[in-house]
Structures are given as C-alpha cells and as structure tokens.
C-alpha cells in the first residue's frame, strides 16, 4: 500500500523563479493538502484540494496555486519566488468522507532559493 | 481564529524515563480534532496519537497517553518507557470538525525531545 509520494525531494531555485511540487495521495484518498514548513517552524496550511477544485486556502499570496488532476494526484505551483519561500514543503492526503482520520504525509520537498 | 501554542521549544528525557509534553489551544468549536505528530530528522510527520473532542476518555496508544482537559483547552502528550527512537520534533494539530469531511491542521511550533541513553 503505496504512501504519500512527493517529488522532487530537494530543489534549488533563484528569486523570480516558478516552480512546480508535485504529490501523489495513498491509495484510496481523494483529498490532497499542502503545507509550509519553515525551519523551526510548525507547517502552516496552503490549501486544500478535492475533486479538482480549491476547496480551503490559507493565508497564503495568489502566487500559490494549486491543481489536482483525476487521479487524485496535486501540484503546488510557486511564482516569483521569493527568499522566505524557502520551507520544507509537505503534502498530506486523506479521505474526504470520513471526518475522523487523520492526514497521511508525505516526506516533502526541500526548496531552497537563492 | 484558531491557534495552538506549545509553550517548551525543547524537552529531555533519560530512557526508559517518562516525560509530558504541553500543548494548549484556543478555539470556540464544541466539535475538533486533536493529534500530536512526531517528525524525526527523515522528515515525514508521524501521526503519534489523536483525539475527538467530544470524547471525554483520554486516547492511549501503547507507551503514548494524552491528558485532554476540554474546559482548559489542553492537550499534552506523555511518553512513558522513552526510547532513544522517540527523540524526535514533536507536533500538536486542532482540527475543525468541518462539517464531517476533512478540515485542515493548525499546528504548534514544536517541541524537540531528546532522549539520554
């Protein structure tokens, strides 16, 4: 039973770049969520996706968007990448019709910027 | 909104010790999620224990035990019998019960256990 999968593991861009994470749900979940994971830092909810559609964001700039295909699948795409960009990005899955399971995470994408 | 604070960046602990890790958090929901998850140095997070918020019996999940005191909004996690494999950042998650699919996680900053041999 495959996990959450998440590529590239590490990335390294420039300012003014765009980038594009990429995640892969456990088999069987249907929601994707993705985080921001500073250093020392608690991760911080981007936003949500479900059925193709953004269905939560946090408080996060337009310059953060997001896709999920049909099968479940998500990217997180970053514009104009900024030095403060740089996190540890995770990606988590879950079920969307059952409120009381936990979210599954994936080992995330380092992105540094220089 | 709401916020979740874990008031000790870092905890010690000798093995085979037992340690409690805090955690509070602000909300005016009835119905939420609780989880503390663990992040060792590999990165992926951990789901180590959950809650729901209407349940009054505190969740045990082998050596993991949380104290939930609903009224003070506190959620602590205690490790009994530590191991050197517990050292690790730890986590807590609220979670709205979002009208009965998945919300999202608000996270605390963390506590870093280490653990003495």
């Known amino acids: 039973d495959a996990g959450v999968t998440q590529s590239p593991t590490h990335l390294i861009k420039t300012r003014g770049q765009q980038v594009t994470l990429r995640c892969s749900p456990k088999?069987?979940?249907?929601?994707v969520s993705w985080y921001q994971q500073a250093l020392g830092q608690g991760p911080q909810f981007i936003f949500q996706?479900?059925?193709?559609?953004?269905?939560q964001r946090g408080n996060f700039p337009d310059r953060f968007s997001g896709h999920q295909f049909p099968n479940y699948s998500s990217e997180l795409n970053v514009n104009a990448l900024l030095l403060g960009d740089s996190a540890l990005y995770l990606c988590?899955?879950?079920?969307?019709?059952?409120?009381?399971?936990?979210?599954?995470f994936g080992d995330g994408t380092r992105l540094s910027i220089l | 909104a709401q916020t979740v604070t874990q008031s000790q960046p870092e905890m010690s602990v000798q093995e085979a010790e037992t340690v409690t890790l805090s955690c509070t958090y602000d909300?005016?929901?009835?119905?939420?999620?609780l989880f503390w998850y663990k992040q060792p140095p590999s990165r992926q997070m951990i789901l180590v224990i959950r809650?729901?918020?209407?349940?009054?019996q505190n969740a045990t999940e082998n050596r993991f035990s949380v104290n939930f005191q609903k009224a003070a909004k506190s959620f602590s996690l205690k490790i009994s019998d530590s191991q050197l494999g517990d050292a690790a950042m730890y986590f807590c998650?609220?979670?709205?019960?979002?009208?009965?699919?998945?919300?999202?996680?608000?996270f605390g900053k963390g506590t870093k256990l280490s653990v003495k041999p």
């Open positions: 998650a609220y979670r709205d019960y979002y009208g009965g699919s998945q919300g999202n996680l608000i």
């Open positions: 909300t005016s929901e009835s119905d939420y999620y």
């Open positions: 988590a899955s879950s079920l969307s019709v059952v409120s009381n399971q936990p979210q599954h």
């Open positions: 996706y479900y059925e193709e559609e953004e269905r």
């Open positions: 088999s069987g979940h249907d929601t």
């Open positions: 809650q729901e918020a209407y349940k009054q």
